[in-house]
């Protein structure tokens, strides 16, 4: 189930652009101080269930939850960092864009196989509330899923975004569930060596929401089942252990991409730009091609964690990278 005119609302409100909204609203917001504004908007964004789609895949379902969605300003600051402002700035412009702002969605996905129920990253969870995220729940439910349907949790990678839905109160938030993730990135992130560098708050977070769930984890690598129909395929560089699923059912291939490209027109028309949260930037760039070159050369469908939501479409190959062609009703035939 999907609310447009809500989600594009809400947005636009908490981008700062709340001009656009009701004139009840704009007269409430009016007298408001700035943080009752911003309380205002959160609230006004939790009043409707968050953005779910459902579509068929073969004899899978596959659900999208949006778990939240941030805009920010200074796109050059997180993508073509080795850019001139200016550069990022005119190809976000050349796509219909503002130069100067973005916005990153947060995009779980369950996959009903008709035997497992399987989750891929749990989103922002409860630190993300505060600022209206960690809706994943909640849009489970819209869908008529709870969290003890669920059977298997898989974790791309282990950033922030996409294991802080884990836990919940300290407890499980999926406690039927057996997880899955990848062995190299578990390796890295848990080492006492992260001590002391950048990547200790991360290093933290997977103390705190995945290490308490080792006992019921399976580590797997390049080419490891999940369940049957769906497997794992190493694409590090994002992060040291980032793996994308490569999903068939009934002939339908599908690939969750998970963070290999960040941005539909930044990350994917200019793959060999720099990505901020990119941890080894020339490996996350080459990892950026082969898969894309693989998506684009078989004409698969892909869902992308950090693309427009419902988040899944195609690319066809350019001159300088790739096209990013949203679904429509390919799967509905």
Do not use: C
């Amino acid at each position: 189930m999907t609310m447009p005119m809500m989600g594009r609302r809400a947005l636009l409100g908490s981008a700062g652009l709340g001009v656009l909204a009701a004139p009840a609203i704009v007269r409430a917001q009016a007298t408001a101080p700035a943080a009752a504004q911003e309380t205002t908007q959160i609230e006004i964004d939790r009043a409707m269930p968050p953005e779910t789609h459902r579509f068929e895949f073969g004899e899978f379902e596959v659900f999208v939850v949006k778990d939240g969605a941030r805009p920010s300003g200074a796109p050059n600051e997180t993508f073509g960092t080795n850019q001139t402002a200016e550069a990022v700035g005119q190809l976000l412009q050349e796509n219909f864009l503002p130069a100067d702002q973005f916005v990153n969605s947060f995009s779980p996905t369950l996959v009903n196989t008709g035997s497992d129920v399987v989750l891929f990253d749990t989103g922002l969870g409860q630190a993300g509330r505060a600022q209206g995220g960690g809706r994943l729940v909640e849009g489970l439910a819209a869908g008529g899923y709870t969290p003890e349907d669920v059977t298997v949790v898989v974790l791309t990678h282990m950033h922030g975004d996409h294991i802080g839905g884990l836990m919940e109160d300290g407890k499980p938030a999926f406690p039927n569930a057996r997880y899955v993730a990848g062995q190299v990135e578990y390796d890295f992130w848990t080492d006492e060596a992260r001590v002391g560098t950048p990547a200790e708050n991360g290093h933290k977070g997977v103390l705190a929401n995945v290490k308490p769930l080792a006992e019921k984890m399976t580590f797997v690598g390049d080419g490891a089942d999940v369940v049957p129909g769906i497997t794992g395929m190493a694409a590090f560089g994002h992060s040291p252990g980032h793996m994308i699923y490569n999903i068939e059912s009934a002939g339908k291939r599908l690939v969750l991409t998970a963070d290999t490209a960040n941005h539909f027109v930044l990350s994917l028309q200019r793959p060999e730009w720099e990505v901020r949260f990119d941890m080894d930037k020339a490996a996350a760039a080459e990892t950026r091609k082969k898969v894309f070159d693989m998506v684009a050369t078989d004409r698969i469908a892909f869902l992308g964690y950090h693309m427009p939501f419902p988040a899944v479409g195609f690319v066809e190959k350019q001159e300088t990278g790739y096209r990013f062609v949203p679904k429509s009703y390919q799967f509905d035939l």
